[in-house]
């Protein structure tokens, strides 16, 4: 199979659809190899753009959601992000091809998914730094961050993920129980934070 040739018809049907907008956004899909990042019984369907299994109960999002949110984040380069929940390390190899290397931290709750992404995004030459805990305390460490986003659901927004996020930055998340919503954050300096929905979702719950 030709990966780079369906990475790019992939990209472009996300651009056609209106899916992504910005060129950045485009170029760092394309830049990235999906089929690295999930297991070898499905890189037949790498670049469809739908949510894969990547074990553990957890999946890899689908193109079009990372796009998405990405574009949400209105990241540029050199802006830190943090990421919550690691997963396969694919979001986080998008983002860093927004934002650059080494401005990436990313939290994942599973210590064998967080040992794979490591060796995948090392092997990829992605440098980004990964933390094993509960993404609802975030990287308190490493904060404040220009972006912060969550690949997984929480019931509402975690309050040291708000605490976290630089007040011209956004946190963008699935936040619901039986019912999620992509949200988009920011955190206001007397407190609180405004809070924009971008419609119904699906996402795995968070661990923690």
């Given at each position: ?6 990475r790019d018809r992939l990209v ?144 509402s927004p975690p309050p040291a ?48």
């Amino acid at each position: 199979m030709d990966f780079a040739a369906a990475r790019d018809r992939l990209v472009d049907g996300l651009q056609r659809r209106g899916s992504i907008e910005r060129p950045e956004t485009a170029a760092a899909l394309r830049a990235v190899p999906r089929h690295e990042f999930v297991p070898e019984q499905y890189r037949e369907a790498a670049y469809h753009d739908r949510p894969l299994p990547i074990g553990g109960g957890q999946t890899i999002s689908a193109p079009h959601i990372v796009g998405q949110m990405l574009e949400l984040l209105e990241l540029e380069p050199g802006d830190r992000v943090l990421e919550i929940g690691t997963g396969c390390g694919y979001h986080a190899a998008v983002t860093a091809e927004l934002v650059g290397n080494g401005t990436v931290h990313s939290v994942e709750y599973d210590p064998q998914l967080a040992a794979t992404a490591r060796r995948t995004l090392s092997d990829l030459g992605y440098d980004i730094q990964i933390r094993i805990g509960d993404g609802r305390e975030g990287w308190s460490a490493a904060a404040p961050f220009d972006g912060v986003y969550l690949t997984c659901a929480a019931d509402s927004p975690p309050p040291a993920l708000v605490d976290q996020t630089a007040f011209d930055g956004y946190l963008i998340g699935p936040f619901g129980d039986s019912r999620q919503h992509l949200y988009r954050l920011q955190p206001e300096p007397a407190g609180g934070y405004s809070a924009e929905e971008f419609g119904a979702v699906q996402f795995v719950q968070m661990q923690g």
